[in-house]
Each structure stands twice: as C-alpha cells, then as structure tokens.
C-alpha cells in the first residue's frame, strides 16, 4: 500500500473539517476525491502533503510517516495545489528547472523539463514568462512541476478547471498513464471527470467519507429506484401499467412515452402486459443511475441527519 | 538551499529591485559626500569616509528593508509557500536561503562604494594618505550592520503576508535596535546599568568596529543579533503548523 490514511482529523476551533477518515491506495490506482465545496478534500490533501499537520490520527506515504519524516514524503510526492500558486515572473523554463533543482534532478534536470513541457503540451508557450500565460498554460505548468521528479504519488487538488476541452482529454490521458504504476490522487467537482480517469472513488461530505469504492460499483450504490421509461404506438390506458406490482408512479412524457418510477426491475412484467393487451411496445429503456445522482443522494442524506 | 537562494538573486535582479536598491543607495551616499553642502568632503577637509559611513546605516534602514519585505510576504499572499513547504525543503533551508540572497544584494550595493575610497585616496595630500585600516574596519562594522538588519528585514516580512506592514515593522525594529538603546541610555536613569542599556544598541559596536577594531565581542554581539533574528523568522514560519 503506497498510501494509508487512520483516523487522519483536522479541527479548526470546533469545526471538524476532516473527521477521522481512513483509507487506503495502492500503486497503480487512480482515487478521486469527490465532494461537494468545504468538504474537507483540500484539506485531506494538505495534510498529505504535510502542509498542515493533523490534529489527531496518522497516515504513511510509502511506509513514511507525514508526522515523523516529513521530509521522505515530500520527496515522493508530486503535489499541485488548489489554486495552482506559480512565480508568475519566472520564464516556464526557468520555474521547472527551479523545481527539478530543489528535487535535486541534478545535470538529468534540463531533460527532464523538455520531456514534461511536451508532455502537457506546452511547447508553443514555453519561451514566455509564466505571468503571461492564460489560466489553461498556467494550469500545465503546475501539472508539469507535480510530475517533474516522477513522484511516486501524486497529489492533484483539482488538476482540470481552467482546461478547454480538448486539454482535458489530454491531460486526462496523462494522468491515467501515470496512474498506471504510481499512485494518483485527484479531487474534482466534475463528476464524468470521475468516470474517464479513476479507479475508484471516495466520496466525502462534511469531513467523513460516506462512499468508497470503484467507480463502476458505485453507480450501483444508494439506488432506492429504478426508472424505466416505455414507448407505445398509441395513447395507452395507464391504469394497465399501474397494476404492476412494484410501480410507485407515472408520468405521461411527450409522444405516448411513459416515465415510470418503480422499486424493482419490472420491465419483464411491462412486456407481459404489453403483449396481453395488445399495445405495440416500441421502446422499453431502463435509465442507470449515474454517478451525479448517488452523489447527490449520498451527500444530502447526510445533510438530513445533521 | 543553493537552488533557492539562486532563485532569489534572479528574482532580485529581474525584478529590478537590486538596480534600484543599488542606484539609489550610491547615489544617496554620492551626494551626501561629494555635493551636500557641510556633508561634503571638501568642506571636511579630511580625507576620510566618515560621510559614507555615518549616512549608510541610515540609508540600510529603508533599501534593506525594501530589500526583505516581500521575501516570505509575497510568498505568503500568492500562494507559492505552499510550493515550497511541501518540496523536500526544511524550513531552515527556505529561511537561511532567502536571508543569504538578501546579504548578497547588501554587498553588491558596498562594493561600487570601492570607488570612493579610491577617489579620497587619490585627493589626499599627499596622494594614499589615508587611514586603510579604519576605512577597512568600518566595512567590515557596516557589512554587520547590512547583515543584521537583513535578518531584521526577514523576520519582519515572516510575520506578515502584508509587504507594507512588514517594511515599516522592519524599518521600525532597525531603528529601534540601531539608535534607541544608546539614545535611553543617554538619560542616565539606570545608573551603573546604563553602560548594559546602550551595549544592546547597533551603533555602539558600530562604532567600535569603525574605529578599526574588529574586537571578537563586537563581532559576536552582531553574529548573536543575527542568530536571533533569523531563529525567530524561522519559528514564525514554522508557526503555520501549529
């Protein structure tokens, strides 16, 4: 386990930003950090980082320890913060050579930051001082100073705002490369960002996870409902459809479509239904449950509790 | 450390604060010695540089603390800490390298000041005749001073993320441990303690060394100034964590 995080707590006054949390990641796995704002991840990641110390609890960076060797840590760690804070009078070169020097990089420094600007892209900006990048440029330098030392664990605080499109597809692509054999962690707001690059995900809310696990599982998760929508030929008599056991309610869409909220798969029954009393079944759709509805039930069930 | 410290004299020199430090402070000292009537060397009559050495400690309070108010303030208000504190760095390292940088530019802004020793030395009559020995003394007591108010400047701009507030609590404490020991003590109100009260002033020992007595107390006394200073910075940066 290249991360393990137990009973990590940060309080500021009696606010418990992170509330004993614990979880683990290995190398090769992509964990995204999902919460809604003040949730506690930038802070999660700050002590990580050791930025901050925790207020009580321990995790280890690769069997170091962020409390006692602070240090081995840092040397592991990749690390882009939340807002992306940059030199902006620095010259890109200038700033990554910077930071390969502080890692020690040593002569293989001057390489390595050529492989990283074509890395994320920034080949044609690279002659410019950092200030006169836009947001998307400047987001690709952090980027490229995270992963300059090849860290074996990588800590992104939000690695993709500030992106146009077709960036995102890029660096989504980098980070999952470098995922392969190291360990990544990522926070967001965005949840398909989610789907096309983690591996699993944790889901925090007022400082405590409320889900952990992979990201195709977790679609599964939380469901209460099911809804199906159905397609006939010809206006129907929805009382037929009401029958069925398990339906909870239905809707009347445009174009003889029906929404249909139920508690079990009952798409069965609909065709049997259908056929019996002759109504031309033209489509017959069970809509997933996506990752922005669990996210939604889960964190404002624990809104409801408090 | 020497990768920061790298770092700081370029972002001195890039961002023009050393040519601005290093003009203004020769051209301060240039006029008080050449031009300012009753300052200047001719109406002295002496070839000595007692101008540049009186006017300089002065001139430090305001470029030096210029010099360090933005080194961890900027820092601080921008973000970048962040950057460095969780890089393979101890604080000492970050605090000791910026400190260094600063201690640079102080020397750089001295060295040019070569060329009045040169220019006196030439004017005296006959030509050379000039107390080397003091004028190298009081160098060496400047550079001290240049250093202490660096570490002054460092722990002042630790303090704040606020680069104004850390130049006037800088200028301020420089004052403050240059001349206002040795001015309490003139009111002779601690009677056999007052020789203890104007010990603790940056000018006493100034003044010491200038005469051209590099004595080991005064040496120490600068050195331990220094330590305190840079001790302090180090704490309060470190004081993030708690």
């Not at chain 1, 990580?48 to 110390?53: A, E, V």
């Not at chain 1, 330098?141 to 030392?149: E, I, K």
């Amino acid at each position: 386990m290249s991360i393990i995080v137990e009973n990590l707590s940060k309080h500021y006054g009696t606010q418990k930003a992170v509330d004993a949390i614990s979880f683990e990641a290995k190398a090769g796995e992509v964990l995204g950090f999902l919460g809604p704002n003040g949730a506690g991840k930038s802070t999660t990641m700050k002590m990580l980082t050791c930025y901050i110390p925790p207020t009580s609890g321990t995790a280890t960076v690769c069997g170091f320890s962020i409390i006692d060797k602070p240090l081995e840590v840092r040397k592991l760690i990749g690390y882009l913060p939340e807002l992306n804070p940059l030199y902006t009078d620095m010259f890109v070169r200038e700033y990554l050579r910077f930071m390969a020097q502080i890692h020690g990089l040593g002569k293989g420094a001057n390489k390595r930051c050529e492989e990283m600007i074509s890395n994320v892209g920034l080949t044609p900006e690279a002659h410019k001082k950092i200030g006169q990048l836009s947001k998307g440029y400047k987001q690709r330098v952090g980027l490229a100073q995270s992963m300059l030392h090849n860290p074996k664990v990588l800590i992104l605080d939000e690695p993709t705002s500030g992106l146009d499109p077709n960036q995102i597809v890029d660096i989504r692509k980098l980070i999952k490369e470098i995922g392969r054999d190291r360990t990544v962690i990522l926070s967001t707001h965005i949840m398909q960002e989610v789907q096309a690059m983690c591996d699993r995900v944790i889901i925090i809310n007022q400082g405590k996870i409320v889900a952990d696990d992979r990201t195709e599982n977790l679609g599964k998760q939380g469901i209460e409902e099911f809804i199906i929508v159905v397609e006939f030929a010809k206006e129907i008599n929805d009382n037929l459809l009401k029958k069925i056991a398990g339906v909870k309610s239905i809707t009347a869409l445009a174009g003889n479509q029906y929404k249909l909220i139920c508690d079990t798969d009952i798409r069965e029954q609909i065709t049997k239904v259908a056929y019996e009393n002759n109504m031309n079944l033209l489509g017959l759709n069970l809509e997933k449950q996506k990752l922005e509805d669990v996210f939604k039930t889960l964190t404002k069930k624990e809104q409801k509790d408090v | 450390m020497y990768s920061i410290f790298v770092k700081e004299i370029r972002s001195f020199l890039s961002s023009l604060i050393a040519y601005v430090v290093i003009i203004v402070f020769l051209l301060a000292i240039g006029l008080f010695m050449w031009v300012f009537p009753g300052y200047n060397l001719f109406d002295g009559g002496y070839a000595n540089l007692d101008t540049l050495f009186n006017i300089a400690p002065w001139v430090f309070i305001f470029l030096i603390s210029a010099i360090t108010m933005r080194s961890f303030s900027e820092e601080k208000k921008s973000g970048t800490i962040e950057l460095l504190t969780t890089k393979p760095l101890t604080d000492w390292q970050i605090v000791l390298a910026k400190y260094f940088a600063s201690v640079v530019l102080v020397l750089f802004a001295l060295i040019p000041t070569i060329i009045f020793y040169i220019s006196v030395s030439k004017l005296a009559n006959p030509a050379g005749n000039i107390d080397t020995g003091a004028i190298m003394g009081s160098y060496i007591g400047l550079f001290f001073l240049g250093a202490v108010y660096a570490s002054i400047g460092i722990f002042a701009s630790a303090v704040t993320d606020n680069q104004i507030v850390s130049f006037l609590v800088s200028m301020f404490l420089c004052f403050f441990l240059y001349q206002a020991f040795s001015l309490l003590s003139d009111f002779k109100l601690f009677g056999s303690y007052d020789r203890l009260v104007e010990w603790f002033s940056i000018e006493t020992h100034y003044k010491n060394i200038s005469v051209g007595v590099v004595d080991s107390r005064d040496v120490l006394y600068f050195i331990s100034v220094i330590i305190i200073f840079l001790w302090g910075s180090k704490t309060v940066f470190g004081s993030r964590k708690w």
